[in-house]
Antibody, heavy 121, light 108 residues
Framework: EVQLVESGGGLVQPGGSLRLSCAASGFTFSNYAMSWVRQAPGKGLEWVSGISGSGGSTPYADSVKGRFTISRDNSKNTLYLQMNSLRAEDTAIYYC??????????????WGQGTLVSVSS | EIVLTQSPGTLSLSPGERATLSCRASQGVSSSYLAWYQQKPGQAPRLLIYGASSRATGIPDRFSGSGSGTDFTLTISRLEPEDFAVYYCQHHGSSALTFGGGATVEIK
């Protein structure tokens, strides 16, 4: 059974940094691309970033480009999202989601339960 | 960038009724790259339909997807109590994953 467990969320001041993690199990992690998708309170879904199975392709949404960095450690079966220069508008639940295969350009059959990031002074 | 517009924003129906949700793309897209998700309060999204018309694992056959080009539809043939939720369409065929704004199916 696929399991994705996010952690690392919390309250941070504007301009601060946070690193999210997503621990994966139940599948061969390195064979699958992953994405981060966020949802602001009461709002819809917004794709943040994706990463190929090898880690060689790492696109970003324009809203986070230059501030967020996605990475993965296939030896630890873990996906990361380093978030710098955080803004109030980054406040959201952050979900990690697994792709169908090695390309991040994919629908997402599996999702974690999310971790809440709140940016406020 | 492709923009997905969902309508109606809210659909008020009774259990047993048929729900029809629309997703319109700002330009023609391949049906292979169109998916639908269901999200209930406090839960992560769940994939319902991929490739515009293929049901994901474990999805009941009362859910069906159709469409091509710019117009796609999610149909729930007979609403069950557990189907009242928010539904999102998604496109994944270009340089980003794009979601529609969502459509709520609420109990009338």
């Amino acid at each position: 059974e696929v399991q994705l467990v996010e952690s690392g969320g919390g309250l941070v001041q504007p301009g601060g940094s946070l690193r999210l993690s997503c621990a994966a199990s139940g599948f061969t992690f390195s064979n699958y691309a992953m994405s981060w998708v966020r949802q602001a309170p009461g709002k819809g879904l917004e794709w943040v970033s994706g990463i190929s199975g090898s880690g060689g392709s790492t696109p970003y949404a324009d809203s986070v480009k230059g501030r967020f960095t996605i990475s993965r450690d296939n030896s630890k079966n873990t996906l990361y999202l380093q978030m710098n220069s955080l803004r109030a508008e980054d406040t959201a639940i952050y979900y990690c989601a697994k792709a169908w295969g090695s390309s991040w350009l994919s629908s997402c059959p599996d999702w974690g339960q999310g971790t809440l990031v709140s940016v406020s002074s | 960038e492709i923009v997905l517009t969902q309508s109606p924003g809210t659909l008020s129906l009774s259990p047993g009724e048929r729900a029809t949700l629309s997703c319109r793309a700002s330009q023609g897209v391949s049906s292979s790259y169109l998916a639908w998700y269901q999200q209930k309060p406090g839960q992560a999204p769940r994939l319902l339909i991929y490739g515009a018309s293929s049901r994901a694992t474990g999805i009941p056959d009362r859910f069906s997807g159709s469409g091509s080009g710019t117009d796609f539809t999610l149909t729930i043939s007979r609403l069950e109590p557990e189907d009242f939720a928010v539904y999102y369409c998604q496109h994944h065929g270009s340089s980003a994953l794009t979601f529609g704004g969502g459509a709520t199916v609420e109990i009338k």
